[in-house]
C-alpha cells in the first residue's frame, strides 16, 4: 500500500471517529435533557402528592364530620316544606312577627351531591329576638344557614328592626 493510500485510509478513519463523535455527543445530549425532563416532571409529581396530602389532612376532619351528619335523601318539595315551618315556628316561639314569606328556587346543579332549598321570609322584631332566632336556625349539624340578612329599623316603633332573610337548607336529593 503506498503513503498516499495510508493517508487516505488514516484521513477517512479520522472522519469516521469524528462523526460518530459527534453522533455520540448529539444521542447524550438528548438523553441527558430526556433525563432532566422526567426528573423535573416526577419532582412535580411529588411536590403535587405531598400538597395533596398535606389538604387531605386538613380536610380529614371535615369530611369525618360531614360522614357523619349526612342527611337522609329527601324530595325537594318536602324539604322546603319542612324549613318553611320550621322557619314559622321559631319565628312564633321567639315572638316574631311574620310579615311575608317566599320560597325561592331550589339550587338543584346537575351533578351535584347536596341541593339546596331557599326560602326568604321578611320578619318584625326586637334585636335580641331576632338574634336568638338566628341562633335556633343556623344549625350547622342539619346543614342549614341564614346566608343572607338584611336589617333595616321599623318606621312605626324604633325598638324593633325589620328582617329579611334568606335561610337555606342542604339535602341530598333522592336517587332516580
Not at 102 to 126: E, F, M, N, S
Not at 133 to 140: A, E, G, I, Y
Not at 152 to 176: H, R
Amino acid at each position: 500500500m503506498s503513503d498516499r493510500e495510508k493517508k487516505l485510509i488514516f484521513f477517512f478513519a479520522l472522519a469516521g471517529f469524528a462523526v460518530l463523535n459527534f453522533l455520540a455527543f448529539n444521542f447524550a445530549q438528548t438523553k441527558r435533557q430526556q433525563v432532566n425532563n422526567e426528573r423535573t416532571q416526577a419532582r412535580q409529581t411529588l411536590e403535587r402528592a405531598e400538597m395533596f396530602r398535606d389538604s387531605s389532612e386538613q380536610v380529614t376532619d371535615q369530611m369525618a364530620w360531614l360522614a357523619d351528619h349526612e342527611p337522609k335523601p329527601k324530595p325537594n318539595q318536602d324539604v322546603q316544606t319542612d324549613l318553611q315551618q320550621l322557619i314559622e315556628r321559631e319565628a312564633k316561639a321567639a315572638g316574631l312577627t311574620i310579615k311575608s314569606q317566599k320560597p325561592l328556587p331550589t339550587d338543584a346543579t346537575a351533578g351535584r351531591h347536596y341541593h339546596r332549598a331557599k326560602i326568604q321570609i321578611t320578619v318584625t322584631g326586637t334585636e335580641d329576638t331576632l338574634y336568638r332566632w338566628f341562633d335556633r336556625l343556623n344549625t350547622p349539624d342539619q346543614l342549614r344557614i341564614a346566608s343572607q340578612i338584611r336589617m333595616l329599623p321599623n318606621n312605626p316603633d324604633d325598638t324593633k328592626i325589620d328582617c329579611t332573610a334568606t335561610i337555606e337548607q342542604w339535602f341530598v336529593p333522592p336517587a332516580l
